[in-house]
Structure formats: C-alpha cells, structure tokens
C-alpha cells in the first residue's frame, strides 16, 4: 500500500466530512435522540456514499460522472424534499415523543440506508472527487486500481473516523440534558433541516 498516498486521502476523507451542514445535524441529532451507534451509523451512511463517489473519482470514470451531473436537479430535488420532510417532522415530534428520532430512525438499516441516500442526492461530489484526487499530484485518477482502491479506503476510514468521534462525544453529554433542552435541539435542528432544503431549492431556480 501506498502509505503517504493513504494518509493524503484519509485527511480528505476527514476534511470533507467535518463542516457541519445537514449530515452532520442529523448525526447529532440521532445520537442524542438514540445513542451512539445510531448516530454513528447514520454518519457511517454518509462515509459509504463518499467511497462510491470517491471510487468513481479516482477510477475516472467518466460515463458515470456525465450521468449524475445530468441528473443533478432531480436528485437535488429529492434530497431537498428529504431534508423538508425531516425538519417538519422534527417541528412537529411533541415533547412527550423526544426521546426517539421523529424520523422512525431507531433501526441501524434505517438510519444507515436514509443518511447515504441523502448524501448521494448530491452528484456534484463527484466533481469534488475528481478535482481533489487529481490535486494529489500522483496521477492516479484513472491510472491503476491500487492505488485508486488506496485513495477510496483512506477517504472511507477518514470520513468514518470522523463521525465516530462526532457521535462519541454528543453521546457523552446526551444523558446530561433535560427534556425541555432535547425539546429545543430538535425544534432547532427541525428549522435548520428546513433551512438547508430551502437554500437548495433556491441554489436550483437561481440556475
């Protein structure tokens, strides 16, 4: 294995997945919400639908990439409708109901296989992939299945590290707040989610 090569694509892996937006509340959210196996998988969703991305990067393959290009505004559609759904369901969930996700997430498939079609609702992280893999300055983007396999895994593990530690420490201070606080996360979290499919909305019609 190519070991600098490794390292390089698992900071990627980390720096794609620490900005805080729409994954990473949602994360947050299902951890103080179920526990910490639930936000790590909902976060381990996400870690998933950047290896796929990140394997059709660095395997450039281009036929794919002009696909889901293509396909953007019917999958950003989908996914700013998700992310809708989510936050009114979030606003609505009464106070008696906080301790569970107002999305049914509880089961791990569920809250696996929902964060990573959401994150693949966004084909412009293929771009994204392409760009960053070819800035490694080896070229490998396209050029050999070892090291193509290399920069998929680091990203994976990096990305995955990343929500692991994420959904460790909200998990810590979960048992710390109140039900009136929990209440307040949730409404807030609710009004972002919102907000954030509102703003990709509008990212859209502005095109």
Same mark, same amino acid.
């Given at each position: 294995?190519?070991?600098?090569?490794?390292?390089?694509?698992?900071?990627?892996?980390?720096?794609? !997945? +620490?900005?805080?937006?729409?994954?990473? *509340?949602?994360?947050?959210?299902? %951890? #103080? =919400?179920?526990?910490? $196996? /639930?936000?790590?998988?909902?976060?381990?969703?996400?870690?998933?639908?950047?290896?796929?991305?990140?394997?059709?990067?660095?395997?450039?393959?281009?036929?794919?990439?002009?696909?889901?290009?293509?396909?953007?505004?019917?999958?950003?559609?989908?996914?700013?409708?998700?992310?809708?759904?989510?936050?009114?369901?979030?606003?609505?969930?009464?106070?008696?109901?906080?301790?569970?996700?107002?999305?049914? !997430? +509880?089961t791990p498939?569920?809250?696996? *296989?929902?964060?990573?079609?959401? %994150? #693949? =609702?966004?084909?412009? $992280? /293929?771009?994204?992939?392409?760009?960053?893999?070819?800035?490694?300055?080896?070229?490998?983007?396209?050029?050999?299945?070892?090291?193509?396999?290399?920069?998929?895994?680091?990203?994976?593990?990096?990305?995955?590290?990343w929500w692991?530690?994420?959904?460790?420490?909200?998990?810590?201070?979960?048992?710390?707040?109140?039900?009136?606080?929990?209440?307040?996360?949730?409404?807030?979290?609710?009004?972002?989610?919102?907000?954030?499919?509102?703003?990709?909305l509008s990212?859209?019609?502005?095109?």
């Open positions: 294995m190519d070991f600098p090569l490794f390292f390089k694509a698992l900071v990627i892996g980390l720096s794609i !997945a +620490a900005p805080v937006g729409p994954i990473g *509340l949602l994360c947050i959210q299902r %951890t #103080l =919400a179920h526990g910490r $196996t /639930i936000g790590f998988l909902s976060g381990l969703g996400a870690a998933l639908a950047d290896a796929c991305y990140g394997a059709i990067g660095a395997f450039g393959v281009s036929a794919v990439v002009s696909t889901m290009v293509a396909a953007r505004v019917p999958l950003a559609l989908g996914g700013a409708a998700f992310l809708a759904w989510m936050g009114v369901q979030l606003l609505r969930a009464p106070a008696a109901t906080q301790a569970r996700a107002a999305d049914d !997430a +509880a498939v569920k809250a696996l *296989l929902s964060v990573f079609v959401l %994150t #693949l =609702a966004n084909p412009m $992280t /293929i771009l994204s992939f392409v760009a960053v893999f070819a800035s490694l300055g080896s070229g490998h983007v396209g050029s050999g299945s070892g090291a193509a396999l290399t920069m998929v895994l680091g990203v994976f593990l990096g990305s995955a590290l692991l530690g994420l959904s460790s420490i909200v998990s810590m201070v979960r048992h710390k707040l109140g039900a009136r606080v929990l209440q307040g996360i949730n409404k807030l979290s609710g009004a972002l989610l919102l907000g954030f499919a509102v703003f990709q990212t859209l019609l502005s095109r």
